[in-house]
């Protein structure tokens, strides 16, 4: 497998980004780690454990086998495996503790079994589930990262309250998985695809995007934006299709990374399309920086996430494009780092 240059941040893909592909006659869970194999889009596989894996989370020893062997087979590393805490699985209320630790407990002990070393968690997961979760997480060798995905930003206060947690614990098994998603210079342009397709009249998409690229906490928006919109004849459907651009596409300062650190076990490298071996729509190079500054070598899972509007590109495609740029910017700013 093609890697980057040794002692910097590694590249990898999640599934999820082939999400459309996984819909194709034959794109079986075999068949996409070998294609991805194949393209060479590793090393680093990770997974949605709801969505790849039949039965999840209870496997019997087969599907273990079975799982294990595909991945070791392929030449391919286990990075991280998705995991997800519902808490409204239930009409009428949320799980409690015991149940909301009974929930994740059972994807780490099978995520173990599977051989990954790291579980992916949504911010749900706060400080006194993860405080509860630790032990576990030593006992199983399985480090825990909380998802920071848009719109949370390192300054929102459930991130506050875990990085606090992470700080005063001081322990490698719990951390962040920021997602590149919280720092975006643009809409991506594939929102305009959904938007059309959807009968949304540009003047909405226009507003919105006007929104999203003003000063200020994207929480504080929905508010105007539904106000506005609705001025100008919006439906509520079309209304909540809006606020998927604030919900989607975060403006945190990519600088701003450098305060997730040294509790960052996993990154998603989120993204909406590479053209002509740049993104539009993220910051990379000022992201890939603060990653070589703050001597990260663990993996960057390539989340290809345009498939939410389009299916104008591949992603197996677009993962490639992905790799060969974040591989030339890791390398050349390793070289302008340590030059004297």
Known sequence: MTDTAPGLTRLGITLFSLTLEQRAPGND????????AGRDLG????MVAFQSLRGWPRLDDEAVREVRGLIADSGLTSACLAVNLDLALYPGRLL???????YVAVQMRSAAALGFPAVRVGAECGPAIMTRLLPLAEELGVKIGVEIHAPLTIDAPPVAELKELFTRLDTEWLGFIPDF????RAVPAAVDDAHRKAGIPPELTAL????????????????ELERRATELGASPAEIGNLKMIFTMHGRMDPERW???????????????????????????PAIARVLREQGYTGFISSEYEAHAYTDRYSAFDQVRAQ??????LLEDQSATIVSP
Not at 29 to 36: D, F, K, P
Not at 96 to 102: R, V
Not at 208 to 223: D, V
Not at 323 to 328: A, F, G, S
């Open 43 to 46: 090393p680093g596989v990770e």
């Open 323 to 328: 790799h060969d740029m974040l591989k030339r």
């Open 96 to 102: 409690s503790d015991d149940e909301a630790y009974d």
């Open 208 to 223: 919105t995007r006007r929104l999203w690229s003003e000063p200020g906490p994207t929480m504080a928006k929905f508010t």
């Open 258 to 284: 450098a305060d997730f650190f040294p509790h960052v076990i996993h990154v998603h490298g989120k993204f909406y399309g590479v053209f002509d071996g740049e993104d539009p729509s993220i910051d990379f």
């Open 181 to 184: 998603s919280a720092s975006m």
């Open 29 to 36: 869970l075999a068949a996409l780690i070998r294609q991805v």
